[in-house]
Nanobody
């Protein structure tokens, strides 16, 4: 089992900066994929940015240039910074991970989601 605890979010002024963090804990061998998804009101959850244990990162097309994802492998923590935030960035931001667990299986987990509202 893996627990994901997100922090940050809340109200952000348009043009401001968003900072989120998510820490994975529990019993596992490794945390492989660790990243962020976003669900805007009335839409499906979509990938925003992902990190991989080998250092690779992946961004959604709309996230390139304004969002930066980073990771601390030792702390099993992922960070997301969003700059020049826009009202359309409003939504619930979910942390996601794929963990290699002690029974030698890979499993995906989700955080509880942290709401972000960008006010104009």
């Amino acid at each position: 089992q893996v627990q994901l605890v997100e922090s940050g979010g809340g109200l952000v002024q348009a043009g401001g900066t968003l900072r989120l963090s998510c820490k994975a804990s529990g019993k596992f061998f490794t945390i492989n994929r660790l990243g962020w998804y976003r669900q805007a009101p009335g839409t499906q959850r979509e990938m925003l940015a992902l990190t991989f244990r080998d250092g690779k990162v992946e961004y959604a097309d709309g996230a390139v240039g304004r969002f930066t994802i980073s990771r601390d492998n030792a702390a099993n923590t992922v960070y997301l910074e969003g700059t020049d935030m826009k009202p359309e960035d409003t939504g619930v931001y979910y942390c996601n991970t794929r963990a290699y667990e002690l029974d030698f299986n890979y499993r995906d987990y989700w955080g509880q989601g942290t709401p972000v509202t960008v006010s104009s």
